[in-house]
């Protein structure tokens, strides 16, 4: 059997613009954004305040007591857009199919919040004992695990880790495996949940965060500012998806991963570069096609200029007619799930010719001097997009989808 | 005259940088000593614990920062006025 073209069926989302995919695509078109004032008891111990949390969702409402146990931030994140990606995709996973559908999940930290609340409990108040489920609650796969019973996706299952391109590595993955034949199709995407108060401490610490805002590719930018959440997508056997008639939000055409090999921090444009390459290569294209890239763009120094120096290096000529655009302006850094919430992104332009802009763009930066479509969404027709991902440790992930 | 502030800076940085105090002057950077992006903050960081202050240092806009890191002597002052305001 050759390889299958794979189509995007199902989408689902929570994060800081909204509980679902029409209201983040909306706040995303909008420019709006969803970072604000954190709300935590030991505030005044944090020089970090600000944050991409999710509003008004209510836990309680939605899982019963049990679950509640089960599930920690992430995997209820990750559970919530599972569900509106199944949904939407229309498919049914009980029989055959469900007996060969899997699901890849990527997180950086799992479940952080479980060990912080838990561990802290031990060290703080001497106590001898944690809750007995804080082991299946806290594991990283916790949610992938959570998402197969749920939805009865019994084929291969499995959580990629690879801190900042965790979903992008994850959705690559799955796209592999329904590209290969080895699946009919995958529920996959990203889920993060880093508000632990260890969890700020420890990025407070790397001394990249900003204070006051996320500002990717302004000269004024001074950090990136943390969100929470997840996104899901269903992937699906193009021709699978084609005889039932599924609604196609996009194809994945391309994935491009590659090791930096030089440095656990510092990002480096000839690994970002090669990794971009790599996705266009094997999509068939050339950087000419490409009309939007969602950029990486965390709104830290280093990030930015490499990312732009590595988009030249890539495109050529071309980087002067391609859009790019860091949604994290509006919705935070979702570490391990930012990726897939970003694909929401790509798939806006790419179905609805909308770009999502980067908001808090407020001065020209010459390391950065692509369209970074500034403040306010545009209208554009796109034929093909690109999601970058670059981690810590020098890991890169590179998505390439094409409109359906 | 001994100065307990200079002398545990450097011995600070002399220590990430694998080096011995003597080995330092107060118009060495720290790209001169060898000391990289992580040494930096990790330099900080044994700084505030040493001298229980709070360094406001962003690595993102470090000529901006309210700290100044442009050679040892600047990083001596920059913890002298910190330990100051602390005394208040």
Same mark, same amino acid.
């Given at each position: ?153 019994? $084929? ?5 880790? *690879?801190? &900042? !391109?965790?979903?992008?590595? %994850?959705? =690559?993955? #799955?796209?592999?495996? +329904? ?119 965390? $709104? ?5 200029? *490499?990312? &732009? !120096?590595?988009?030249?290096? %890539?495109? =050529?000529? #071309?980087?002067?007619? +391609? ?82 | ?88």
């Amino acid at each position: 059997m050759g390889l299958r073209r794979v189509a995007i069926t199902g989408a689902g989302t929570i994060n800081a613009l909204g509980h679902d995919v029409p209201s983040t695509r909306a706040a995303l078109s909008e420019g709006r954004s969803g970072i604000g004032p954190l709300d935590h008891p030991d505030l005044e111990r944090l020089s970090i305040r600000i944050g991409g949390r999710v509003r008004g969702f209510d836990p309680e409402a939605s899982y019963s007591r049990q679950e509640l146990l089960l599930y920690d931030n992430f995997t209820r994140f990750a559970l919530h857009a599972a569900a509106e990606a199944v949904a939407s995709s229309g498919l049914d996973f009980s029989g055959e199919l469900g007996e060969r559908a899997g699901v890849v999940v990527g997180t950086g930290v799992g479940g952080a919040e479980t060990l912080d609340e838990n561990y802290g409990v031990l060290f703080r108040e001497h106590k001898n004992r944690v809750h007995p489920l804080v082991i299946p609650k806290m594991m990283n796969n916790a949610a992938g695990s959570h998402i197969s019973m749920l939805h009865g996706l019994k $084929g291969p299952n499995f959580t990629v880790s *690879t801190a &900042c !391109a965790s979903s992008n590595h %994850a959705m =690559g993955l #799955a796209f592999q495996l +329904v590209r290969s034949g080895a699946a009919p199709a995958m529920v996959t995407g990203g889920a993060e949940a880093p508000f632990s108060f260890g969890g700020i401490k420890a990025w407070e610490g790397l001394r990249v965060m900003s204070r006051d805002g996320c500002r990717p590719f302004s000269k004024t930018r001074n950090g990136m500012v943390q969100g929470e959440g997840a996104g899901m997508f269903v992937f699906e056997d193009w021709e699978h998806a084609a005889a039932r008639g599924a609604d196609i939000l996009a194809e994945v055409v391309g994935f491009g991963m590659t090791s930096d090999a030089s440095d656990i921090v510092m990002p480096s444009e000839h690994g970002a570069a090669r990794a971009i390459d790599a996705a266009l290569s094997e999509a068939g294209l050339a950087p000419e096609n490409v009309g939007y890239i969602n950029a990486h763009g965390t $709104g830290t120094a280093a990030n930015d200029r *490499t990312e &732009c !120096a590595a988009v030249r290096q %890539a495109f =050529g000529p #071309a980087a002067d007619g +391609v859009m790019i655009s860091s949604t994290k302006s509006m919705h935070g850094h979702l570490l391990g799930g930012t990726g897939a919430v970003e694909l929401l992104a790509c798939i806006m332009a790419l179905r609805d010719g909308i770009i999502a802009p980067t908001i808090n763009y407020e001065e020209p930066d010459p390391a950065c001097d692509l369209d970074v479509v500034p403040n306010v969404a545009r209208e554009a027709d796109v034929e093909v997009a690109i999601s970058n991902a670059f981690a810590f440790g020098g890991l890169n992930a590179v998505l390439a989808l094409r409109r359906a | 005259m001994s100065d307990d502030v200079r002398d545990k800076v450097v011995e600070i940085i002399a220590e990430l940088a694998v080096l011995e105090p003597s080995d330092i002057s107060m118009d060495n950077t720290l790209e001169d000593l060898g000391v990289d992006s992580l040494g930096l903050v990790e330099s900080i960081f044994a700084i505030e614990e040493a001298f229980e202050i709070d360094v406001p240092f962003n690595a993102n806009a470090p000529e901006s920062s309210e700290f100044d890191i442009s050679s040892v002597g600047a990083i001596v002052e920059a913890v002298r006025g910190l330990v100051a305001a602390k005394k208040g």
